[in-house]
């Protein structure tokens, strides 16, 4: 585990694998850290450089005050990846990590080869529901959206299992301040025109159980990139590689042996 220090930001990365390889990069949603991808990346083939980092406001990121801006959560990933010297990666972006994947594409397609959006959309939500959850946090902290936010997150049969209450703790407990300020960020951005416009190797995942971004959405923003792919976890809800970890690092090496990144 490390810390990057950028002055306005101090992000924790970590990096696993092979120094030397690939590089693929994770970003992950909000409400979590980068545990999110703990059970995925031991099924993933050997030889890979392996990048996860908290975003700002979560995890042992540093939690500015809010509101945060997409434009800033894209700058702080480019950032990381300029600071490590990071070329050609695959970048793994879950719901507002896939935000931030789509716009760093846009930005600086020198660091990124391919893109997977999982559980993701280039706008989720509208406005005045993000208001709306950020109004009830407010009043009553993240906890008052947790239990909702599981039935979101998770299908009816991982929420029989006491696992789900690793997760929904992991929501409760991020920074206030970070967790609104992502929800500014994700609520006033709207990347349909400009995602519209890359063309790089893409992948979509959604989960068949998904509440928050339900398959035909990610499927909508899937097929604005030309030649993209799409696949469907069933049994599966908006966090999929912590339901079926295998089965996710199946899809993502399939991935990343088609396009020539292992």
Sequence with gaps: MQIADFGDIKLHYREDGDPSGPPVVFANSLGTDMRLWDAVLPHLPAGLRLIRYDKRGHGLSSAPPAPYSMGALVRDAESLLDHLEIRDCVFVGLSIGGLIAQGLAVKRLDLIRGLVLSNTAAKIGTPAMWHQRMDVIREGGIEALADATMER???????????????????????????????????????????SGL???????????????????????????PGSRFELMRRAGHLPCVEQPQEYAAILSRFLADIGHI
């Excluded at 049969?157 to 690793?166: K, M, N, S, V």
């Excluded at 994700?186 to 400009?194: K, L």
């Excluded at 790089?200 to 604005?224: K, M, N």
């Design 153 to 195: 997150w998770f299908s009816k049969g991982f929420r029989a299992t006491p696992d789900h209450l690793l997760w929904r703790n992991m929501m409760a407990r991020q920074p206030e301040d970070g967790y609104l300020g992502c929800c500014a960020a994700i609520s006033g951005t709207d990347f349909y025109t400009p995602t």
């Design 199 to 225: 063309r790089l190797p893409t992948l979509g995942i959604a989960g068949s159980e998904d509440g928050s971004t339900p398959p035909d959405l990610v499927r909508e923003t899937i097929d604005l990139v």
